[in-house]
């Protein structure tokens, strides 16, 4: 095969690996397949130092066969999924900054959160989320929205996209047409959104005409199928030519690079598979094929799109298109030699955390009696223990090379502030007997914390609650704010959007002082 040939549909890959440094698997790729971009993880993250070392290593090996950059991507949307945290200003969830009440603050937090993310190296930012988070049974969305009806969408969405844009990185709409409306989580199996046409423009679309109008650089495909849209109803808009091009390109106007969704989530693999999916995707109109884990099905996927375009399944204008507007998205970005070698000094200024605080500190809305510091806390923290790309563990990132970190619980704030603290630590569907056990505890106790964690959606956590003595129970919903709900006679009730330490530390205040 030509190696100009293996260049050009390299551009028009990302691809992710395990390490905190560069291993073989990702030289080989860079190397040989020249492919554009690399997508990073907790896998990849242990200090901002690390971070800013790797990207420099991925760079310059990249410079040393490619006269193009890579693009650098991470999702770091804020709150429940940030891939970097430690030594990072924190970010609020999406649906947070509504709560807060300000665009502005939400503008400016996320202009911050992505001057930091380039001071890094990284130059593409996997958000904002404009899906619109009109189902509350969504198990995937939720709090990475900024709302639950399109004008807030918009406006806290755009906000977030102008912050991104004007700390110098990619911003990327994501997911296309819209995953709000779901309740199947598309890393799972394909959700299907069957409104019809009115209602799409009215709703899930929306917001994506309005960024593109804004001039979002990038936009995200979802694996979610639109029958309104796409004749066939198992085909996910990823695949779909009548979405990316008839739809996005076409009808909408889109003229900057789309990137599908990782297809190694289940809705491709287990459907059509990852390799012939990239190229299902490729033919559907998306411009950057991401594939985030195997090797081998990196380099299947790219040596199968090669062969498309040697067949002629793939024409030759159709790749120089997708191959013209990566390029010219690179061309809008820094350049990476131009970054300092160690970024601290660009990270967690004085003003970006007196914002961050206030912010959160905002966004936590609800009631609540103030507990009693002369009586113990009996605290129970429903947690997650099964890693997912929207859920991390309890004990933190495992990365290779990493130590378990500490668990991220109310507990430390909350003796922080002299408060005598009991934790119960429970799974997300916790048993009969870890419920019997917890509920037996909390009889006793003269005040009970518990800290749910979409109990809206687990059967058993809804248990649990019922079960509590109400008038000692404090709820802090953890992640969905409906799960306060779930216990109105509560002598308090709080929704914090995201059970990370910073709104850990204000709501454990708030706790304190009641209001």
Request: charged letters at 20%.
């Amino acid at each position: 095969m030509a190696l100009s040939s293996r260049a050009e549909i390299g551009q028009c890959f990302m691809v992710g690996f395990d390490g905190l440094e560069p291993d073989a698997h990702i030289e080989r790729l860079i190397r040989e397949y020249r492919v554009g971009g690399v997508i990073l993880f907790r896998r990849n993250v242990d200090h901002p130092r690390q971070v800013a070392a790797l990207c420099r290593r991925l760079q310059q090996i990249n410079a040393e066969v490619s006269d193009q950059p890579l693009l650098i991507g991470i999702d770091q949307e804020g709150g429940m999924v940030a891939r970097i945290e430690a030594g990072m200003t924190p970010l609020p969830s999406a649906l947070a900054y509504q709560a807060a009440g300000s665009a502005a603050d939400c503008q400016a937090l996320n202009r911050i959160g992505a001057a930091e993310l380039g001071a890094l190296g990284i130059n593409i930012d996997f958000a904002p989320v404009l899906d619109v988070n009109n189902n509350r049974l969504n198990p995937v969305i939720g709090v990475r929205a900024h709302g639950e009806d399109v004008a807030t969408v918009c406006e806290y969405g755009l906000a977030a996209m102008r912050g991104i844009q004007a700390a110098g990185l990619a911003a990327t709409a994501k997911h296309f047409p819209g995953h709000g409306d779901t309740d199947t989580d598309s890393h799972l199996g394909v959700p299907r959104v069957g409104h019809d046409r009115a209602r799409l423009d009215a709703v899930e679309l929306a917001p994506f005409r309005a960024a593109i109008a804004a001039g979002v650089d990038a936009v995200m495909s979802a694996h979610v199928a639109f029958p309104a849209v796409e004749p066939d109803p198992d085909t996910p808009s990823t695949l779909s030519h009548a979405v990316l091009t008839g739809l996005l390109r076409e009808q909408l106007g889109f003229g900057g690079v789309v990137f599908t969704d990782c297809l190694e989530m289940d809705a491709i693999r287990r459907g059509v598979g990852t390799v012939t999916g990239a190229l299902r995707a490729f033919q559907a109109g998306a411009d950057v094929l991401l594939v985030s884990h195997r090797e081998t099905v990196q380099a299947e996927a790219i040596d199968r799109l090669l062969q498309a375009v040697e067949r002629g399944e793939v024409s030759p204008e159709r790749l120089a298109a997708s191959r013209a507007r990566i390029a010219a998205l690179k061309r809008r970005l820094g350049d990476w030699r131009a970054l300092p070698e160690d970024p601290a000094p660009l990270l967690r200024t004085p003003q970006a955390l007196a914002l961050s605080e206030a912010v959160h500190r905002r966004a936590v809305t609800g009631h609540c009696r103030a507990l009693d510091a002369a009586q113990p806390v009996l605290l129970i923290t429903l947690e997650v223990r099964t890693r997912t790309e929207i859920d991390e563990v309890a004990m933190g990132r495992a990365a290779i090379g990493q130590a378990a970190v500490q668990r991220d619980t109310l507990a430390e704030p909350l003796a922080a502030l002299g408060y005598a603290v009991d934790e119960i630590a429970l799974p997300l569907a916790p048993t009969p007997a870890e419920i019997a056990d917890a509920l037996a505890r909390a009889a006793d106790a003269p005040q009970v914390v518990v800290v749910s964690y979409n109990a809206v959606l687990f059967p058993a956590q809804r248990d649990l609650l019922a079960g509590l003595p109400a008038a000692r129970t404090w709820l802090v919903a953890g992640r969905l704010p409906y799960d306060i709900d779930l216990l109105p006679q509560a002598a308090g009730r709080l929704a914090c959007y995201a059970n990370r330490p910073a709104a850990l530390t204000v709501l454990a205040d708030l706790l304190a002082r009641g209001g």
